[in-house]
């Protein structure tokens, strides 16, 4: 071979010049002359993904010649954002680059702004996946992430009238820049068909069609950029593209039927992430990216390893949640049909190597699918389920215990009839993790509770995390200045280090210098308010935000509740003391969920009436801010003052968004649920709002019943809120509109809104007080900017590095020198 040794390293802005007029030209084809803005925005992604490939080249290299192991993140949804920025930043090339872009006459902020944000997730479970890539990478893990090239990610959202409207979203219409499509990485996907057992008792799987799936890879870099890991995500492809037999025969578009079968299983993101909906095409989809990334990696092991035994040594596969369970058949198919091992030596291995992560206990997203269904696409694998079904059903029946058989089966064969997902990752995977120490311990008590006594230390907690990259040092410029300036940068590529910055609580010239920060990010907010959705908003208020999806457990109705009720309160005493507050809103709710929409035309009803009262002022005003996505929150959190944490306890496994916010120096006001329980604990009692019920609370009230009817007839409050939204004071045009959500609080309030209302008022209004001591807030703010480093996401990836894949981890030490 020959060694060539090109060189296209940046030293200062003039090689960024240089780069991106020659991207300009040889690249994207254009004069700069004539260039417009996506012309600029290409040239540049292409100049800075060049300097990536190095590192890339040299990280695969390194993993092949010591011969690591390798961590494979399997994962439908990877909720990635712009990554522009934080590439520029992580190589440490923002000052040349923006200094090279103002020279050529170009806006660097502009061309940010204009990157698309990829939308490859619905929320907490697809933004983690993508926290965990950056992480990887920061760590040096050799890892891929796997997924699907989604055409239309997370629909965009607008509101009309009030009302959420759904846009498609087409990201890859400007084209993806960062990617390298592989047309040489493809591989075989079957469908359907049958079984046929051969005489001397071996099965074959005769499938009805196969399709493709080709490979597209995205670079990732961590911090420093020293390590970078591939993103590779998987496309539909037809095995040809066209039937020439019926295009000859003048029929045309049957022709193509093939093709666009092909092209749909990676064409949309299922919006849905609350109901399982049983789909055929959503069943296809997992199996599709399943089997070509196991595909994909027993290739990767075996071209350098020869006993396929000794998988679980080299290669650790990480489920996020049930949707790649299908890998437990896939990879047991992939080791017997094609690899010859026997079915007893296959499970071993494929055991050892697949772990899952369960990121709702909620019975309706639990994945379950009918033996009709699953049958007639995979049948393969239902066969290889029964039989793991039959292995684990005799290891059940000889435990001690008396176990009611029925419920530990995977293959469901009471009322149901189907295939608990839930169960066969469970039963297919060495270790099993919940997403906080609350949720792993309610994994224990409710959902798999009788597979936890039959396999009892498979379950842990590995609390999630977030990366300090993103959601500090990138999208908060002002305070990440201010810390560096004060503490140094360590705590980037060590999150823990931030604690170095809690004696300055106590400094008052430190608080005053954190203040400005935070008021900086809120003017900045406040103009984007204003030109978003015509709002005028006072920096000085209290920003007050709860940004996530929409879901009636996260409890958005209990906020604007608590809104009306404060609407009354300033009406009836306009002079008193008040807080003045703005309420934020974000979020998106699945297109088919009527309830979560009706909540998003309620905020929005009542901003209209409080926004135009004049006798209310700047005392409250309440803003929903469209298309909630990555890049609006690194735009929201840096600006918040109150982080709203409010779900029925028991019900949000995690949160990551409490995180991100207690980082960029928010105050929670929450219940004791996920990981508020552990951000509790960090930041102190003191400096943390919980209020409610707790889920021990929820639970024994499931069992005992709860009677909302007379909790709402004790509190007059809560009555006049409920009687106002009812009779259609903040919808005169329609005054039945609301009528739904009143009898669902008065006759089965199921997330338990009417119990933690009085609790949550009494809280807020000690938040009140409490923000009116501007020296005190702010003291407590920084505490929490101070204690949370333990949720960083390399926290995390060491937890499950060590206690579920195996694989090493370099010390903070080593990752800031
Ligand atoms: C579920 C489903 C159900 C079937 C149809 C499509 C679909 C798509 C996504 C999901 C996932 C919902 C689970 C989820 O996002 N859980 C969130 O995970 C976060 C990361 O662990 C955690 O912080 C949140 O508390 C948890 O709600």
């Not at 592989?182 to 359907?192: K, T």
């Not at 300090?468 to 980037?492: A, Q, V």
């Amino acid at each position: 071979a020959t060694a060539v040794t090109l060189s296209r390293r940046i030293e200062d802005a003039e090689d960024v010049k240089r780069l991106i007029i020659e991207k300009l030209k040889y690249a994207v084809g254009k004069d700069p002359e004539h260039s417009v803005r996506q012309d600029w925005s290409a040239a540049l992604i292409l100049a800075v993904r060049d300097q990536l490939v190095d590192h890339w080249m040299a990280s695969t290299r390194r993993a092949y010649d010591q011969d690591q192991k390798r961590v494979y993140y399997l994962s439908m949804e990877f909720l990635i954002g712009r990554l522009l920025k934080d590439t520029i930043i992580n190589l440490g090339l923002e000052a040349p680059v923006r200094e090279a872009l103002t020279e050529l006459g170009a806006d660097y902020d502009e061309i940010l702004r204009s990157e698309p944000d990829a939308a490859l997730g619905n929320g907490g479970l697809g933004r983690l996946a993508a926290c965990f890539l950056d992480s990887m990478s920061t760590l040096g893990i050799p890892a891929h992430g796997y997924g699907i090239r989604y055409e239309n990610g997370l629909f965009r959202q607008s509101i009309r009238d009030g009302w959420q409207a759904e846009e498609p979203e087409d990201w890859l219409v400007t084209g993806h820049n960062w990617e390298f499509e592989r047309p040489e990485v493809v591989y075989n996907i079957p469908f359907g068909g049958e079984v046929i057992t051969t005489p001397d008792g071996k099965p074959i799987w005769h499938p009805a069609e196969v399709m493709l799936a080709a490979a597209y890879d995205t670079p990732i870099a961590g911090w420093r950029g020293r390590h970078v890991n591939t993103l590779r995500l998987w496309a539909g492809k037809p095995a040809k593209r066209v039937d020439l037999d019926r295009f000859n025969r003048g029929e045309y578009l049957s022709a193509m039927e093939a093709a666009v079968r092909a092209e749909t299983v990676s064409r949309i993101l299922y919006p849905d992430d609350t109901t399982e909906e049983g789909k055929n095409l959503r069943l296809r989809q997992e199996f599709f990216f399943t089997s070509a990334s196991l595909q994909d990696l027993l290739r990767r092991y075996l071209s350098s390893h020869d006993d396929i035994t000794k998988l679980p040594e080299k290669v650790a596969i990480q489920l996020n949640d049930t949707h790649p369970a299908i890998a437990v058949a896939e990879l047991m198919r992939l080791l017997v049909d094609t690899h010859g091992l026997s079915m007893e030596v296959a499970f071993q291995l494929t055991r050892n190597t697949l772990s899952y992560t369960n990121h709702t206990l909620m019975p309706e997203a639990l994945e379950r699918w009918s033996l009709q269904l699953f049958g007639s696409v995979l049948p393969r694998h239902l066969d290889i389920i029964r039989w793991i079904d039959e292995q684990h059903l005799r290891t059940a029946a000889a435990a001690k215990r008396t176990l009611d058989l029925e419920r530990v089966r995977i293959v469901d064969h009471t009322n149901g009839q189907g295939v608990r997902m839930g169960h066969l990752a469970f039963v297919g995977s060495h270790r099993v993790n919940g997403v906080s120490a609350l949720h792993a311990d309610l994994m224990k008590q409710t959902v798999f509770h009788d597979l936890d006594s039959l396999y009892p230390s498979r379950i842990l907690g590995v609390t999630n995390g977030v990366t300090p990259r993103r959601w500090l040092h990138s999208c908060n410029k002002p305070l990440s200045d201010l810390l560096i300036e004060t503490i140094g940068e360590d705590w980037i590529g060590d999150l823990e280090a931030i604690e170095a910055v809690a004696p300055y609580a106590e400094d008052a010239a430190f608080r005053e210098r954190f203040r400005a920060a935070k008021h900086e990010n809120k003017c900045r907010l406040v103009t984007e308010i204003q030109s978003r959705v015509g709002i005028h908003v006072s920096p000085d208020a209290m920003f007050d935000v709860q940004i996530k999806r929409m879901h009636e457990y996260k409890r958005q109705l209990l906020n604007i509740m608590e809104a009306v009720a404060q609407y009354f309160a300033i009406r009836n005493d306009p002079a008193a003391d008040w807080t003045p507050r703005v309420k934020i809103f974000g979020g998106k709710a699945a297109p088919g969920y009527e309830m979560a929409k009706l909540i998003i035309k309620l905020i929005n009803d009542v901003a209209r009436a409080v926004n135009s009262d004049p006798v209310v002022g700047d005392r409250l005003k309440i803003v929903f801010l469209p298309n909630y996505n990555v890049s609006t929150a690194e735009r929201i959190i840096p600006a918040a003052d109150l982080s709203e944490q409010i779900s029925t306890a028991g019900m949000e496994a995690s949160g990551t968004g409490n995180m991100k916010l207690a980082l960029n120096g928010a105050l929670t006001i929450g219940t004791l649920d996920g990981a508020n329980v552990e951000i509790c604990d960090r930041v102190g009692r003191d400096n943390i709002h919980i209020f409610g019920l707790t889920a021990e609370d929820v639970a024994n009230y499931r069992v005992s019943g709860y009677d909302s009817r007379a909790v709402i007839d004790g509190n007059e409050t809560l009555k006049t809120v409920l009687d106002a939204i009812g009779s259609g004071v903040f919808s005169p045009e329609d005054p039945n509109r609301f009528r739904a959500i009143v009898d669902r609080l008065s006759y089965d309030d199921y997330f338990f809104v009417t119990a933690d209302f009085a609790a949550y008022l009494d809280e807020q209004r000690k938040v009140d007080r409490a923000f009116m001591d501007k020296e005190d807030w702010t003291r407590r703010t920084i505490l929490n900017t101070a204690r949370v480093g333990w949720f960083s996401a390399d926290r995390a990836i060491r937890d499950y590095a060590r206690e579920i894949w195996n694989v090493e981890t370099p010390s903070a030490e080593e990752i800031n020198q």
